[in-house]
């Protein structure tokens, strides 16, 4: 109810001069150009779903993350930085590096040669239909639930810093996520991913930079920091020696597995809406490289998102507060930190620039699961299910109505996600139903041969029933959270992790139990498709500095130092 | 990207050049115009220098990647031509 009433608020914390409006409609103006230039170029299904699969790797790369950097690497990371300190780093570093690394060395080489569409495509090809069906189902649903949340984040920035109606938002942000992919396809968002990625940084990383510059440097800022809360705002590591002693209420453990192997690898190497970007790779080496190039990227995003939250820790003179809190009381909650940080230290052109770059973030957020999602209903389910072997043409029909019908679905979630007061933990929550037990399932199907259709089908439906079992059990019953989240002062965070944790482990348990108990296929049929059966293409023609595996040990070693660093 | 196309990068560097453009006069404007209420650290002109560079960046891109010359491929290896299997 009461985030409800905050639609109606007309106040804003900044006003646009003419010049920053300029900026805005030129960012307006520009991906809707890109959409119409493009639309020449997506006649076909390769076209118009894989982006004729000829991206570099530098291209995909750089889409591969930014189709991530939507509303919750923006507005929703900066914001956790301020509610938990430099503790929401996890999230970028290793709850994203060693699965980009394990996508691009292990992974990438199946999906690529098995020539797959999309993961449930491959889930196809390894477990079989109905695989493939209940993967394809529960990525749609998520798809179009993450979309409606970046929505909703988007509409609620422009509440906040320009006082625009939240309906009016949601509907010319989707509206022009429609027009872009709708006549460009996969291509048109890709493209738009690239520049949307550059103006993030260009909009957000002054920020930081003007920010360390009034607090006098790295080491005032941390003492500032403890000054206004605590010391354990600023340790990866060395607080997670038990559930009490960090701002998240997290173990170590969780952190480790829960996050930093189930949720990741889960996410990063598994779901469709950022492997699909790796799959528009030209080559195999293109393929290999760009989620390294990513994660090299990866790992300087906290930059402009976490450093800016822990900067408002220090310098901003109100304390912000939970969504509802903040609505009852009329102050700012912690999903305003960013906004507050930008009227902060941006003046005319530059607020424009920065209110241009929170768009960007979530109109690619929006666009990259628009865009998975038509993809997988039109090859996994409408082609598979409803309607087989139409012309090439009717697919490119279906995929653009799908467009138009996923941004109409996602307003719909926009509407329905308001009613939740936190965003990040119900994402997480969607993350643990679907994307953990998923992973258990390619990752057994791509590194054992013995894995059978029914092992993995089996395990994949006990892994999501399992997850959205625990999460009812905890909501009926809160005090179930001491065996869901191994303590009861484990806060939503942790929770979500360990739900991911259980939910992949008993997905890995059904799938190789029911697997003994029935008939393998052959090795002839599974060529492609696992470790062992596959002939992977050798690099020792190349030289080291151009082989995926180099660049991995260099971004591997950088990701180390850093923990260290920020232990 | 093949030759005839315009590249991505062209795109990106007209956006950081029309931009840049924009900031970097409104700083002019602001520095020789100074606003009753004040950003913080009003006294660097941030939006001077940041939209130069912004500027600086887009040509370059724009030059690099005009329409007319070929797009730089960043991408290592032979290209494989497949159809999906379905």
């Not at chain 1, 991906?31 to 006649?43: C, D, E, H, R, S």
């Not at chain 1, 569409?117 to 196809?124: D, F, M, Q, R, W």
């Amino acid at each position: 109810m009461m985030p409800a009433l905050a639609m109606f608020v007309t106040d804003r914390l900044v006003h646009l001069s003419p010049v920053d409006v300029v900026i805005v409609a030129f960012y307006f103006a520009l991906v809707i150009a890109i959409g119409f230039y493009l639309k020449g170029q997506a006649n076909t299904s390769e076209d118009f779903f894989m982006a004729g699969r000829e991206m570099t790797a530098w291209v995909a790369g750089l889409s591969f993350l930014s189709a991530n950097l939507g509303a919750l690497e923006l507005m929703g990371w900066a914001a956790a930085s301020y509610q938990y300190g430099i503790l929401a780093t996890h999230w970028y570093w290793i709850g994203a590096v060693p699965a980009m690394l394990f996508l691009a060395l292990v992974m990438m080489p199946f999906y690529y040669i098995s020539r797959t569409h999309s993961v449930p495509g491959y889930l196809k090809l390894r477990f079989g239909e109905p695989s493939r069906t209940l993967s394809a189902v529960s990525f749609a649903c998520m798809t179009v639930l993450m979309s409606g949340i970046n929505m909703y984040s988007m509409a609620l920035v422009m509440k906040v810093v320009l006082g625009w109606d939240i309906h009016f938002s949601i509907w010319v942000s989707s509206l022009t996520v429609a027009i872009y992919v709708v006549l460009g396809g996969l291509r048109s968002a890709i493209f738009n991913e690239v520049l949307q990625f550059i103006l993030i940084w260009a909009g957000a990383a002054l920020i930081p930079i003007l920010g360390l510059v009034e607090t006098g440097g790295w080491s005032n800022l941390k003492a500032q920091i403890t000054h206004n809360t605590s010391n354990e705002y600023l340790h990866m590591w060395s607080t997670l020696g038990s559930f009490n002693n960090n701002p998240m209420g997290v173990h170590w453990t969780g952190i480790a597995f829960g996050l930093g192997v189930v949720l990741a690898f889960g996410y990063w190497t598994t779901d469709f809406l950022v492997v699909q970007r790796v799959l528009a790779a030209k080559d195999l080496r293109a393929a290999k490289m760009a989620p390294i190039i990513g994660a090299g990227f990866k790992m300087m995003v906290p930059f402009i998102v976490i450093l800016p939250g822990l900067l408002g820790l220090a310098v901003l003179p109100v304390k912000l507060t939970g969504e509802t809190a903040a609505v009852a009381s009329g102050g700012h909650s912690y999903n305003e930190v960013l906004p507050l940080m930008l009227a902060r230290y941006c003046g005319p052109g530059l607020l424009g620039l920065g209110v241009t770059a929170l768009i960007a973030g979530f109109m690619s957020g929006m666009a990259g699961n628009v865009s998975a999602f038509t993809t997988v209903w039109t090859y996994d389910i409408y082609e598979a299910l409803i309607h087989q072997d139409a012309p090439d043409a009717h697919y490119v029909k279906v995929g653009r109505w799908t467009t138009v019908l996923g941004v109409l679905i996602s307003v719909g979630t926009a509407y329905l996600v308001m009613q939740f007061a936190s965003i990040m933990d119900y994402v997480q929550a969607l993350f643990s139903f679907f994307i953990a037990p998923l992973f258990g399932t390619v990752v057994l199907g791509m590194l054992w041969k013995r894995a059978t259709n029914a092992g993995g089908f089996w395990g994949l439906l006990a892994g999501t029933l399992s997850s959205v079992g625990m999460w009812a059990w905890v909501k009926v019953d809160p005090t179930a959270l001491r065996y869901v989240a191994l303590s009861p002062n484990a806060r939503d965070m942790a929770e979500n992790m360990y739900r991911a944790l259980w939910s992949c482990l008993l997905c890995f348990v059904v799938t190789i139990a029911v697997s003994y108990m029935t008939k393998p296929r052959p090795e002839s049929e599974l060529n492609g498709l696992v470790y062992g059966a596959t002939a992977i293409p050798h690099e020792s023609e190349v030289p080291l500095y151009q082989r995926p595996v180099f660049w991995a040990v260099v971004v591997a070693t950088v990701f180390v130092i850093l923990n260290i660093s920020f232990w | 990207m093949h030759s005839h196309r315009i590249s991505i990068w062209f795109f990106i560097g007209l956006s950081l050049l029309v931009n840049g453009i924009l900031i970097t006069g409104a700083g002019i404007w602001e520095w020789i115009s100074p606003p009753v209420t004040r950003v913080v650290l009003f006294q660097y002109h941030a939006n001077v220098w940041w939209g130069a560079l912004l500027l600086v960046i887009g040509v370059f891109y724009c030059a690099r990647f005009a329409p007319e010359r070929h797009a730089k491929d960043f991408s290592f290896g032979e290209r494989i031509l497949w159809r999906p299997r379905k």
